[in-house]
């Protein structure tokens, strides 16, 4: 059973900081792209942070960019979004998903994923964070 286990939401204060955790079960974690989004009742799903297989692509929204950093463990099939300096406007439901890209041209399809303009293969569950005051 494919399945991807997103924790490590709650509240937390302006500025304070946040751990997101991805753990992947039941396909082969090292051929797929991660991606986290997050969304806001009323508003679109958006592409926050993506690693690609081999942790040699990244990408970080704008404003999320110099306070989020996105890493992968594919020993423990677990990709991780550290959330620091955090702001009211980051409070949203959080999702990770996974992406399979074609070998050819990956880095524009790396981008079109990370946007959401590529379905990804599979969604996990959200986990919401609160940042407020």
């Known amino acids: 059973d494919v399945q991807l286990q997103a924790s490590g939401g709650g509240w937390v204060q302006i500025g304070g900081s946040l751990r997101l955790s991805c753990v992947a079960s039941?396909?082969?974690?090292?051929?797929?792209?991660i991606g986290w989004f997050r969304q806001v009742p009323g508003r679109e799903r958006e592409g926050v942070s993506c690693i690609d297989e081999r942790d040699q692509l990244t990408y970080v929204e704008d404003s999320v960019q110099g306070r989020f950093t996105i890493s992968r463990d594919n020993v423990k099939n677990t990709v991780y979004l550290q959330m620091d300096n955090l702001k009211p406007e980051d409070t949203a439901v959080y999702y990770c998903?996974?992406?399979?890209?074609?070998?050819?041209?990956?880095?524009?399809?790396?981008?079109?994923?990370?946007?959401?303009?590529?379905?990804?293969?599979?969604w996990g569950q959200g986990t919401q964070v609160a940042v407020s005051s």
């Open positions: 998903a996974a992406g399979h890209l074609d070998e050819g041209n990956k880095a524009p399809q790396f981008y079109y994923f990370c946007t959401g303009r590529l379905n990804p293969a599979k």
């Open positions: 039941g396909f082969n974690f090292d051929d797929y792209v």
